[in-house]
């Protein structure tokens, strides 16, 4: 199974340079929205890498299916903080353990 | 005091009742258990989670300084040629693990990190700028695939531990009083029904023994 990366810009760039052929370049918030959309339904793809900033911009009912799917994983990187698993957490636990 | 509604107050549903009792009071202690152990497992991966993600937003920053440094020097247009040019993509595998009934992906991948010249394009052609950028993205993504797993794997557990303190809440304050409660409002019908049952056999015994006397004293009357 692949990595796919799909972030506007610059974001994909870096990881083509690391032998990611699915790295898809999106420029407005609805490609991002149908990119995603895309890459959550193939079957090759195993883990889906998102800029932090963008996933943040997404509705947040796609937030937290991106969240919850297993296959293919989504993660989200970037130096902003990811507000969904610290809230998961803090829901069931009562208290928030993250940081 | 919460009765189940639609139960009849007979021997047979109480004997029945008192069954569930027993069979929902294991499920409690079980279940009670379970969630227990996935609490510790989730420490566990918790502290996991959190020294990857230090480490991966720590690689991304990195990543990205070099990869501006390669953009400044060679151009987009240079990098994104040399990126056609890769021959080895990073592909990973996807099995899933089972703590405790909750099932975690489990990725397994080669090492994306390769070595110069295993990377496709030409060492002449380009700057070491790009070499470098291409040489931390290459560990940023074997973070990612490592953070991936883990992070999914405290998704589930979290996804996991909710349900099941739901469920054992469910079962200590309300399946369980309910069931008690309606052991305690059949028990109670029960011996209402007794007692109305006592009364009425005594007045039958009365009404028979009135007509007893009255039969004899008839006959005696007749005699």
New interface residues.
């Given amino acids: 199974m692949e990595v796919a990366v799909v972030g506007r810009g610059d974001a994909v760039l870096g990881f083509s340079l690391a032998g990611i052929r699915k790295a898809y370049e999106t420029t407005s918030e609805d490609e991002l929205v149908s990119k995603i959309d895309e890459v959550m339904a193939d079957p090759d793809v195993g883990i889906l890498v998102l800029n932090q900033p963008d996933f943040n911009k997404l509705p947040k009912r796609m937030q937290s299916t991106l969240t919850e799917s297993v296959k293919p994983t989504v993660i989200s990187i970037g130096t902003e903080e990811s507000t969904e698993m610290r809230e998961k957490i803090k829901r069931a636990i009562g208290v928030d353990l993250w940081k | 005091m919460a009765v189940i509604p639609g139960t009849k107050p007979t021997r047979a549903v109480l004997i029945e009742l008192k069954k569930r009792i027993r069979v929902a009071q294991t499920g409690h202690e079980l279940l009670k258990m379970k969630r227990d152990g996935l609490?510790i497992e989730?420490f566990e991966v918790?502290g996991r989670a959190?020294t990857i993600r230090q480490e991966?937003?720590k690689e991304?920053?990195k990543?990205?300084q070099r990869?501006n440094m390669?953009?400044a020097t060679e151009g987009?247009l240079t990098?994104?040629s040399?990126?056609f040019a890769?021959?080895?993509?990073?592909?990973?595998?996807?099995e899933s693990r089972n703590i405790m009934g909750v099932?975690?992906?489990k990725?397994t991948a080669e090492s994306?990190q390769?070595l110069m010249f295993e990377?496709g394009y030409g060492i002449i052609g380009t700057s070491a700028a790009?070499d470098e950028?291409?040489e931390?993205?290459?560990s940023?993504?074997d973070k990612?695939?490592t953070?991936?797993?883990v992070?999914?794997a405290?998704?589930?557990l979290?996804?996991d531990?909710?349900s099941t303190?739901r469920r054992v809440n469910a079962l200590e304050f309300k399946v369980i009083p309910d069931i008690n409660d309606t052991v305690r409002y059949i028990g109670f019908a029960l011996e209402e029904m007794e007692r109305d049952n006592i009364v009425k056999l005594k007045m039958l015994k009365a009404k028979a023994q009135r007509a007893a006397a009255a039969k004899a004293a008839a006959r005696a009357a007749a005699a």
């Fill in positions: 609490m989730f918790l959190r991966l937003v991304f920053i990543s990205q990869l390669a953009k987009t990098i994104k040399v990126a890769l021959q080895k993509e990073p592909t990973v595998e996807l099932v975690v992906p990725i994306v390769k990377r790009i950028a291409a931390a993205y290459e940023l993504v990612i695939i953070a991936a797993e992070e999914t405290l998704i589930r979290v996804e531990i909710e303190k």
